[in-house]
């Protein structure tokens, strides 16, 4: 068949082929590959089959949902790498260190370092150079035990 002169199957063909570019160059991890995928089986269907258009717009959206749950499953099944979990989140990665007191706890307020940053942390009254274990986060201040003590209790 012919569509406003241009012959189905390379129709299908060129659709396929730009949907998969533009997945490759502007969209990647979009589902336009598997849409492109589609495109393409129906190239292939057209050039061997005459179909009228609402039959092959039909059969083109059957086999793009189709190609869709199949992204789904290809995509989904991806795991993501827990080495690096806590890489845009570094206070998550604190729960269970251990650090030394910088400053004493006074009041319930103290501070450690870690790495290069200073933390706030909040736990019992100790001295500065005390071994403590982070416990919690609350926002930015650490919850801390003394080093093989109990969590403290909610506040």
């Known amino acids: 068949m012919i569509y406003l ?5 390379a129709g299908w063909l060129g659709l396929g082929m730009i949907l998969i570019a533009v997945e490759m160059l502007v969209a ?15 190239a292939l269907i057209s050039l061997l089959a ?4 609402g ?10 949902l189709a190609a869709a749950m199949i992204g789904v499953k290809v995509y989904g099944s991806r795991r993501r790498s827990t080495a690096n979990a806590g890489l845009d989140d570094p206070a998550a990665g604190m729960i269970g260190r251990e650090l030394a007191l910088a400053t004493d706890i006074q009041d319930g307020i103290g501070q450690v370092r870690f790495g290069d940053s200073i933390w706030r942390v909040s736990g019992p009254d100790l001295p500065a150079g005390s071994l403590v274990e982070v416990k919690a986060l609350d926002g930015a201040t650490l919850i801390v035990a003394p080093k093989g003590g109990p969590a403290p209790e909610a506040v």
């Open 5 to 9: 002169g241009i012959p189905a199957t």
């Open 28 to 42: 990647p991890g979009s589902y336009l590959l598997w849409v492109g995928l589609a495109a393409l089986a129906m």
């Open 50 to 53: 005459s179909l009228g258009p």
């Open 55 to 64: 039959t092959e717009m039909v059969l083109f959206g059957v086999l793009a």
